[in-house]
């Protein structure tokens, strides 16, 4: 059966712009690489809910960040097999496109994008390079994949390695037929894309923002609404997700250290940050069991890993 070596998680960037949404006003171009990415992450879900119900004897690799030769490309899904290692560039692109030569159009606008097989090529290319190492018979091979069934393309090459929605069941069932042993070569390939794999992403971009300007209080983990207290715990009344004091200052003093690196993390300061949580020393409890505390000159703060 397949093996999930990587699963996709939630890239910091993610976590931050969806907190940074609820916390403030995010300008027009922000805001549309927030829709965009979550967009994109709904696509990459739905490939891995396809892959992960694989038979074979497969690797699959999820959301990985590689750098040769001083470039460094993503691949949203790989797949290793016995013969083959598959890349995928997944869209979640909705409407009608056209793809005219080497140019990728939105209609009816005629709004030229960035071409999807030029990244899909280079990501194969580096690949391949990277691999060198270890002198292996295996094919690379990328696909660039579109999951949304609302999705059409037109004029695209009969040859191209696109695969459309209707095709993606009948390509993934066709690769699971293929028999597939993996040896100890395909397990050292597999942990040294994951060793090589780059945590932070450097095509990260945030917007700016200031801990005075933005809105202070405990977000709802589903949701992303502000929760209100009711008595030893905290409510949404948005989704009606509800949680322990203790979870949701955990929760918080995590995001405030993600989205302020260099803030000290004090009692004081998680109290400001939850706005709906009066009690200090349930605060100080809280951060004092979970949460390493460092004695400084004036107060104790405390050393979170986000």
């Known amino acids: 059966m397949a093996i999930i070596l990587k699963s996709r998680a939630l890239a910091n960037e993610m976590i931050a712009l969806r907190s940074l949404k609820s916390r403030m006003t995010l300008l027009q171009h922000d805001n549309k690489r927030y829709m965009n990415m979550e967009k994109g992450l709904e696509g990459e879900l739905r490939f891995d809910q396809l892959t992960e119900g694989m038979k074979n004897d497969v ?151 200031q801990f005075q300007h933005l809105q202070k209080g405990v977000l709802c983990s589903l949701c992303y609404s502000f929760m209100v207290k009711k008595a030893r715990k905290v409510f949404c009344e948005k989704c009606g997700f509800d949680e322990s004091l203790e979870s949701s200052i955990m929760r918080s003093a995590k995001e405030l250290t993600l989205l302020f690196p260099d803030q000290k993390i004090t009692t004081s300061i998680i109290h400001q940050w939850c706005g709906i949580i009066d009690s200090h020393k349930a605060i100080r409890r809280v951060l004092l069991h979970n949460f390493k505390p460092v004695s400084g000159k004036k107060q104790r703060h405390y050393i979170i890993n986000p």
């Open 59 to 209: 690797y699959l690799i999820n959301d990985l960040c590689l750098e040769f030769n001083h470039s460094v490309f993503q691949i949203d899904a790989l797949l290793i097999s016995e013969k083959k290692i598959l890349i995928f560039e997944i869209k979640n692109y909705e409407g009608d496109y056209v793809l005219d030569k080497e140019t990728f159009r939105i209609l009816p606008s005629k709004q030229e994008i960035l071409n999807p097989l030029h990244q899909l090529n280079r990501s194969v290319t580096l690949l391949r390079s990277l691999l060198n190492k270890f002198n292996t018979q295996l094919s690379v091979e990328g696909y660039l994949t579109f999951v949304n069934p609302q999705f059409t393309l037109y004029q695209a090459e009969v040859n191209a390695p696109i695969i459309f929605p209707s095709q993606l069941n009948r390509f993934l069932e066709k690769i699971d037929q293929i028999p597939s042993t993996l040896n100890k070569q395909h397990r050292q390939i597999a942990e040294y894309l994951l060793e090589k794999h780059l945590p932070n992403s450097p095509y990260a971009r945030m917007p700016s923002y």
